[in-house]
């Protein structure tokens, strides 16, 4: 009898032995884990730290305002990018002009007024399917229908318009996520008060939501700025001596479009150009254009990350 | 507008008049405002519809020139020689090798992030993080283009592969792949936090640990959102142009070989764009043949993609 019990015992604290090392074993393999996770998430950010660190150090001692205000130049040292990133904010103004009212109208439609049917599908359907599209597709459409069917040219209206086409479905699906996320007793209080849907939107949604849907526009923005292959495919040029004529006028009637038909060059295609030169200089150059790019995407995703927490945090209904 | 002298039950008909002309022109109002609105989602529609139209119409032209079969089959790319050959193979070898590389890197990597964020991160741990891989995302890919040429290229020949030449597949591969992993792990990521914690608090009960929890219980459940987020990744890399551009060179070259030089469809159609080509030559319209074949096959890795994401939706 007694004899038996001991076994048991035994047997119990050698199950509880076993199960404790298989805990242990299991808890270590989950440290371990964890170190990959960590290692591979650091990985990632460092290496994205490297290519940051290796523009600023290229880039960093060719910056200077003579950098910012001259025109490119066969002579490396007196070339600048004034007609880079002045092409870049008027096809940026464009973009902006063409995406928002679209992509926040479309989004409108999709989230207060579309029923269920084959339209609504067929729109978004359409619209997930255009994220997917590579950019440079954007550009070989932009050759075909603005280049030369609309016969826009290699103007400043055809880059916006394609990059206003390539940010749609961004500035669409962000402005969707922020109309959902205003509650359905809002929409209901305006409706018994006797507003009209577009009342309802346009006095209620939209102001409410447009935290998040500036976010969208922002990243939107951001995603345009850099976006190179589009504007190389449309043929826009390297080398810019000169500037659109500017929006603003002297005389009457003070505002003239003329720029949007100029020929033009953006800041990632001066950088793409430079980079591909063998002589070093240039591609000094290319880094310090590619600072001032990279500069201006941080600052526009900071600013809607910023936002976007600002948004989350204040919103309590 | 007529409540006037001619006594109060005209007047009240004027106003009832005016009530029923207010509602009508309301409507009116609001009918058109629904078009327009309307008019706004059709604008991708018509994108969509514009880019088929424009690739096809341009390739139709291109294959006057030049059979299908032999830009199918061909395996020499020298569209601007004075003998041009027009074989599709070399750009679609360099476009998969470059891609395949990328994924090598990519999905192992995104996948234990996404796990380790979703599974083990403390809170804190992933609001920082997220917001991170959102910016690595951000970053122009010319910029890192010109770190693939000029740091990576270099910094490999010094060390490890003394013998890579100064344009290669290996290293735009490389580069291209770390630029996918936060696109991998947040849209894997995303995947695995709809599967509800009910099933984990399961596992947990059966004295799973949370390795056991996250093979055996999440990532089965995520699976198809996980594979959807790998086929997006893959459909990004190979649309990708700026890094293969300047790191993986020009020469269209019929080769699997990582450390060779060779020019991916992207690469090909943004070279042609920088040179002077004339409107409706042949060689123009070789680079919307070669925008078509791109765009079919990314268009096939977006749709499966596209399925299996909604079958994750639907699953809980």
């Not at chain 1, 040029?237 to 033009?264: C, K, N």
């Not at chain 2, 599974?119 to 609001?127: C, G, I, K, L, S």
Request: aromatic share 10%; glycine share 8%.
């Amino acid at each position: 009898m007694t004899t038996m019990t001991s076994k048991a015992t035994g047997a119990q604290t050698q199950n509880l032995a076993e199960m404790r090392a298989r805990i242990k074993s299991g808890i270590f393999r989950q440290h371990i884990f964890a170190f990959f996770g960590i290692l591979f998430t650091s990985f990632a950010v460092l290496v994205l730290l490297a290519a940051f660190l290796d523009l600023l150090f290229d880039g960093i001692p060719r910056l200077s305002w003579d950098f910012l205000t001259s025109f490119p130049s066969r002579r490396p040292n007196e070339a600048g990018i004034l007609s880079a990133w002045v092409g870049s904010a008027m096809v940026m103004l464009v973009t902006m002009l063409s995406a928002v009212p679209v992509g926040i109208g479309a989004a409108i439609y999709l989230e207060e007024y579309a029923g269920k049917n084959w339209i609504t599908d067929l729109i978004e359907i359409n619209v997930s399917n255009l994220a997917g599209v590579p950019s440079i597709v954007y550009g070989l459409l932009a050759l075909g229908l603005f280049v030369y069917q609309f016969g826009f040219g290699e103007s400043v209206l055809t880059a916006g318009l394609t990059l206003g086409l390539l940010i749609l479905p961004i500035v669409i699906v962000s402005t969707r996520e922020a109309l959902r996320a205003v509650p359905i007793h809002i929409r209901e209080a305006a409706y018994g008060v006797g507003a009209t849907r577009w009342q309802m939107v346009s006095n209620h949604l939209v102001p409410y939501s447009r935290g998040g849907i500036m976010t969208g526009v922002i990243l939107g923005m951001a995603e345009a700025i850099g976006q190179t292959a589009p504007i190389i495919t449309i043929g826009a040029l390297t080398f810019i001596a000169f500037l659109p004529p500017m929006p603003v006028t002297a005389e009457f009637p003070f505002l003239s479009l003329q720029w949007i038909w100029s020929e033009f060059t953006v800041l990632p295609i001066q950088m793409y150009s430079w980079v591909s030169r063998p002589n070093q200089d240039f591609q000094i150059n290319a880094a310090a254009a590619g600072v001032v790019l990279l500069i201006m995407t941080l600052i526009m995703n900071g600013f809607a990350i910023y936002l976007r927490y600002q948004v989350r945090k204040k919103i309590k209904w | 507008m007529s409540i006037g002298t001619n006594g109060s039950v005209s007047a009240v008909g004027g106003v009832a008049a005016d009530r029923l002309n207010y509602k009508f022109s309301r409507h009116l109002k609001e009918r058109f405002i629904e078009l327009l609105l309307m008019g706004c989602g059709f604008v991708a529609v018509f994108t969509t519809a514009a880019i088929t139209v424009i690739l096809v119409y341009e390739s139709l032209g291109f294959f006057d020139f030049v059979s299908i079969w032999d830009f199918i089959t061909g395996t020499v790319w020298t569209p601007l020689f004075a003998n041009p050959q027009y074989g599709i193979l070399p750009l679609v070898a360099g476009t998969m090798t470059i891609t395949v590389i990328a994924m090598v890197v990519a999905v192992p990597m995104g996948t234990v992030i996404a796990i380790y964020l979703s599974e083990f991160a403390p809170h804190t741990v992933r609001e920082v993080v997220k917001p991170a891989l959102e910016l690595i995302q951000a970053v122009p890919t010319i910029v890192f283009g010109y770190f693939a040429l000029l740091f990576v290229t270099p910094a490999l020949q010094g060390s490890i592969l003394p013998g890579l030449p100064g344009f290669n597949m290996l290293v735009p591969g490389l580069v291209i792949g770390v630029a996918t992993i936060p696109t991998i792990a947040s849209l894997s990521e995303d995947a695995m936090r709809a599967v509800p914690m009910s099933m984990r608090e399961g596992s947990y009960a059966m004295g799973g640990n949370k390795i056991q929890t996250a093979f055996m219980v999440v990532m089965p459940a995520a699976i198809s959102g996980v594979v959807a987020a790998f086929v997006l990744a893959a459909a990004r890399a190979i649309g990708e142009t700026m890094i293969v551009a300047i790191a993986a060179g020009q020469n269209a070259n019929f080769t699997f070989n990582p450390l060779e030089a060779a020019a991916t469809l992207t690469a090909y159609i943004a070279q042609v764009s920088m040179g002077d080509l004339e409107h409706g030559s042949v060689g123009y319209r070789s680079i919307f043949a070669a925008g078509l074949v791109l765009l079919i096959m990314t268009l096939v890795l977006n749709v499966t993609g596209h399925f299996l994401r909604r079958r994750y939706r639907n699953a809980y």
